[in-house]
């Protein structure tokens, strides 16, 4: 398992980076979150999350291990669902929300605005919901207030913002 590649920044774009490890270019698949941390750098260093496909080998690069850990638990906890949530689903998810925001999002069980996610039905942000709440409490990671997502009248401004 590759945990971080570390390099030069030879080509980015919102969705993918290309990292120049000693001579050898990483094309690696990013979220918006890691595109905005890194795109005024010469170099940096992508926490890998690996997809290994019969038909495809993909890497996902995160600016943070917590970014990392939430596709860990997005993909492993919810593989069974059918379409399931994989590698590009994840990180479209965590393009749309910061790691806190989501975890907020989770434990509130507000489905609404994870279901604004492109790719996300009200059933799988329902499911995603009862799968990972408790995952999430426990996970340590720190959480945008709750209450921002329970309340419905923020959820709207929020939902109208985004």
């Not at 907020?104 to 059933?123: C, E, F, M, Q, R």
Request: glycine share 10%; proline share 2%; net charge negative.
């Amino acid at each position: 398992m590759i945990e971080y590649i570390k390099g030069d920044i030879a080509e980015i774009t919102p969705a993918t980076v290309v990292l120049d490890c000693n001579g050898m270019g990483y094309g690696i698949n990013i979220s918006l979150n890691t595109y905005s941390a890194i795109q005024n750098q010469s170099n940096t260093k992508l926490y890998i999350y690996e997809a290994i496909r019969e038909d495809a080998y993909v890497l996902y690069g995160f600016s943070t291990k917590q970014e990392r850990e939430l596709v860990f638990t997005l993909t492993s906890s919810c593989f069974w669902l059918g379409s399931g949530i994989g590698g590009n689903t994840a990180r479209m998810i965590l393009s749309a929300l910061s790691p806190s925001e989501l975890c907020g999002v989770i434990s509130s069980g507000n489905d609404k605005l994870l279901k604004t996610v492109k790719g996300i039905g009200l059933k799988t942000a329902q499911r995603i919901i009862v799968d990972l709440k408790d995952k999430i409490a426990t996970s340590g990671v720190e959480t945008v207030n709750s209450e921002m997502f329970a309340n419905p009248g923020n959820t709207e401004i929020h939902d109208e913002a985004v």
